[in-house]
């Protein structure tokens, strides 16, 4: 058996699986549970300033995106940081860190654009023992409202500036944490390593709103009749998230910086995603709060499975695998041909393949060979462009095969087409 | 005396035994069973489907919560999709067309989809068709069954007036008096034809029979078009020795009194029930007996079970509701005094007998075509039944017919109404309509 043990900027943990940041890392209760459930570590949700407590709305702060058979594929929220006393968090961080010691337990903060707050608030924490800070810079509703959350992380300038208060303030790793809702990942991931930062995590949720109620059309969900949008997140996040952390993971500004993933991961096959574009650990909140936190069996039982089959004998080195197949599209290889093949044993003739590429690609495939209905390719045709392959319903059935041929690779940058190629 | 008596089971067992067949599929499995479909191109089961539904189409539907456009996918192609539904024999039809049988050989419940989708319409009487403006023209319908109705309801949706002559006392043909009562629960027959009757111009007359109330000449002078959709009337004889023997009993005319029966326990059953035939009406008949509370229930098939015309899901239900099914045996004679006590057969030489006080012919219906001889001069008939074209018309010009009196019929409803919605758009081309 692989050994998933994690050391994540010196914090170890049992396995790279931690919960992130939310709900369900909001009291001792449910922290208590997942580590007896056999979760590697856990971010505690997002504290803020000492003061009077935040105050949630008292509807709806939830919502799914679901399939016909009512699978949760996409999930929303409106929930601000902890609603608690900023002591009572402490205490029982303070505790869980006392009662397992060998998880991560690290703690999200949130805190106002002024140093003073930062050098106030940083001792208090890490005087939990807590193994590590995740800032912040990501809640997308409320709380950017009031300048903090992604209202910091949208401005490269405002998380160094951050950042380097709270590295001032701080002895243990800093890590932050990054929001999607901007146009280019890469500025922010700079100004965290630029402000100090030990390590970054992504993604925070997506600026979303989940649909209208068909009968009042009011926007859903609603509190006294009216909404905002809210974060999304969940598995229909996951290739956002995966194109943020491979353009950190291989731009050479940023490549050093550590990385904890965030974004969908639901099972073990997700976590292999991100572990192999360059994260070194992974985090997970919707998943469990679909389905509980015993899914940590699954994730821990099939990465090891898998780094078995791999012949690994760590996470590490998975880690980043797949971070040099990642490049821009002028690099492609032009000359490189690839066709579609549908195994007519498979197939169940369905005639998908077919109406698609007839309707919207390139009438590549047949419908009828000597009066039967059959689907087959018409290879001058094919340009391969997988889209028969992406909406077959039947595993296998439709395959792209390489054509060799005597052609040199050439890409966009050396193409005769290009009048800024390079010569 | 043989023993025949009603009251073999209490209320709550006939109720338990004659609840819906396959129940409806509530909103959740719905979504999930529509979900199930590929939504193939060129369809498969649309295109062994005899009315020629979109399947996909209206699945697709019901997957958006889209019902009322569901049911109008299915009802624009077929009026009496609810029934159809209810009958059909999808496992011989679209389901067994569905190509999720070659991937894990279970295709969608089409049927129960269809259901799903019609019943809340009809429930509600929610009318999906306009009439087309009036055309001036007048057109006889001989007969209420499926193919009547469905070829009335096409005519007065393209603007023609339709006046429908009934033979019985209610409307609907097979559909009110042949279907297995567990198939077509809570007097659906009768709330589809008010649904179907409710586009409008549509007059029914009930109790009226050819040949004996009007004649057809008289029809074609009165009318611009005619249309004959007269059903099998007849049932077909064993011809072997004591037939008329009492205790040998018409399926037909029994699986008619018992859709009837305001309580059904209080029909007269048999303990030893022998049913001689090997369709649908054999199936419906044996498996009703049984769950009226008939201890014994054998059917009896001259040939093979592959010669079996009811389907392998209807053999495998008369198998489930605890019926014996014999094959290759020949009725030779019923014997009795007085009554019919057991009934002769013939396997391969030896004879072969089996006890019964009641004997249930079930060997096919056919068309009054030697009563009607003189109503039906000038129409080609072959084997007993109307010859028609793709069309549906007659070699009487002026006159189309469908569903089971013509020739090359499947003897399915599904098959009748698309008879009657083709012979409807013959019609309406006729009269000078341009429905394409």
Redesign the interface.
């Given at each position: 058996m692989a050994d998933l043990k994690s050391d994540f900027l010196g914090i170890t943990s049992p396995n790279p699986f931690w919960l992130a940041s939310a709900p369900p890392t909001d009291k001792a209760y449910n922290v208590n549970r997942a580590f007896e459930a056999g979760w590697g570590g856990a971010v505690w949700k997002t504290l803020g300033e000492a003061g009077p407590p935040i105050v949630n709305v008292s509807g709806p702060r939830y919502s799914a995106l679901h399939?016909?058979?009512?699978r949760v594929i996409g999930f929303n929220n409106i929930e601000l940081i902890t609603d608690r006393p900023l002591e009572t968090n402490l205490e029982e961080i303070r505790q869980i860190k006392r009662d397992w010691p060998d998880r991560a337990l690290v703690v999200s903060v949130m805190l106002p654009m002024n140093e003073k707050a930062w050098a106030d608030h940083v001792p208090m924490i890490e005087d939990t023992g807590a193994d590590a800070l995740e800032l912040n810079f990501g809640c997308p509703h409320g709380m950017s409202e009031r300048g903090m959350g992604a209202a910091v992380g949208q401005v490269p300038e405002y998380i160094q500036m951050a950042t380097e208060w709270c590295k001032k303030a701080a002895s243990v790793p800093v890590i932050v944490k990054l929001t999607p809702n901007v146009t280019n990942i890469l500025p922010p991931a700079k100004a965290a390593k630029d402000g100090g930062a030990d390590a970054v995590s992504l993604i925070n949720t997506v600026n979303s709103i989940m649909h209208v109620n068909y009968d009042t059309l009011t926007m859903y969900p609603t509190t006294d009749g009216m909404g905002t949008h809210g974060g999304y997140c969940g598995e229909a996040v996951k290739p956002i998230a995966l194109n943020m952390v491979a353009e950190i993971a291989r731009t050479a500004d940023t490549s050093d910086l550590p990385i904890s993933g965030i974004g969908g991961i639901t099972d073990w096959r997700d976590a292999v995603d991100f572990l192999a574009l360059g994260a070194s650990n992974v985090q997970v909140c919707t998943a469990a709060m679909v389905y509980g936190f015993k899914i940590i069996d699954d994730l821990t039982d099939g990465l090891n499975t898998f780094l078995d089959d791999k012949g690994m004998t760590a996470v590490d080195e998975l880690v980043g695998k797949a971070v040099p197949s990642v490049t821009d599209w002028q690099y492609l290889n032009l000359n490189y041909v690839e066709k579609a093949v549908i195994d007519q044993e498979l197939c169940?003739?369905?005639?998908?393949c077919?109406?698609v590429c007839e309707d919207t690609s390139h009438q590549a495939i047949t419908?009828t060979v000597n009066g039967e209905?059959k689907f087959e390719v018409i290879d001058e045709e094919c340009v391969g462009c997988n889209l028969c392959v992406s909406v077959c319903?039947?595993d296998s059935c439709i395959t792209m095969q390489h054509v060799p041929d005597d052609e040199q690779p050439l890409d966009w940058t050396r193409h005769p087409n290009n009048p800024m190629r390079k010569t | 005396m043989p023993d025949i008596r009603p009251h073999r089971l209490d209320q709550a067992e006939i109720d338990k035994n004659f609840a819906d067949l396959h129940p409806p599929l509530k909103r959740s499995e719905a979504l999930i069973e529509a979900d199930r479909c590929y939504f193939c191109f060129d369809a498969p089961c649309t295109q062994v489907c005899p009315t020629g539904i979109d399947i996909p189409a209206f699945i697709q539907k019901i997957r958006s919560d889209n019902i009322r456009g569901s049911a109008r996918t299915i009802l624009e192609e077929n009026i009496m999709g609810g029934m159809c539904a209810r009958v059909c024999p999808t496992e011989v039809l679209c389901e067994e067309a569905c190509v999720r049988n070659t991937h894990e050989d279970k295709p969608v419940e089409i049927g129960l989809l269809q259901r799903y989708a019609t019943d809340p319409v009809i429930a509600a009487g929610t009318q999906l068709f306009a009439r087309a403006p009036a055309s001036g023209k007048r057109v006889a319908v001989v007969g209420a069954g499926p193919a009547g109705l469905s070829c009335a309801h096409r005519l007065a949706m393209l603007g023609h007036e339709v006046k429908v002559f009934n033979r019985d006392p209610k409307r609907g043909g097979l559909n009110e008096y042949g279907i297995a009562a567990y198939k077509t629960v809570d007097d659906f027959a009768q709330r589809e034809i008010e649904y179907i009757l409710g586009i409008g111009g549509i007059e029914v007359e009930d109790g009226v029979a050819l040949g004996k109330d009007f004649s057809l000449a008289a029809l074609r002078d009165a009318y611009d078009a005619v249309f004959l959709g007269l059903g099998l009337a007849l049932v077909n004889d064993l011809n072997i020795d004591n037939e008329d023997l009492p205790g040998v009993e018409n399926a037909i005319d029994y699986i008619a009194k018992l859709r009837q029966a305001d309580d059904k326990s209080s029909l007269p059953v048999g303990r030893n029930v022998v049913v001689i035939g090997g369709g649908m009406t054999a199936i419906d008949i044996a498996v009703q007996s049984k769950r009226l509370g008939a201890e014994n229930v054998h059917i009896v098939y001259r040939r093979g079970p592959d010669d079996m015309s009811a389907s392998e899901f209807e053999q495998q239900l008369a198998k489930t509701s605890g019926v014996a099914v014999h094959h290759w045996l020949h009725p030779k004679a019923v014997h009795g005094v007085g009554h019919v006590e057991f009934v002769e057969f013939d396997k391969n030489g030896q004879p072969v007998t089996m006890e019964a006080d009641v004997v249930f012919k079930a060997i096919g219906q056919r068309m009054a075509d030697r009563e009607l001889a003189g109503e039906l001069q000038g129409i080609d008939l072959e084997y007993g039944k109307i010859v028609v074209d793709d069309q549906q018309a007659t070699s009487l010009p002026g006159v189309w017919a469908g569903g089971d009196c013509v020739t090359g019929g499947e003897d399915l409803t599904v098959s009748a109404v698309e008879h009657g919605k083709v012979a409807a758009l013959a019609i309406d081309r006729y009269l000078g309509g341009d429905n394409g």
């Open positions: 399939s016909n058979e009512r169940i003739k369905c005639g998908r077919h109406i419908h209905r319903p039947v | -």
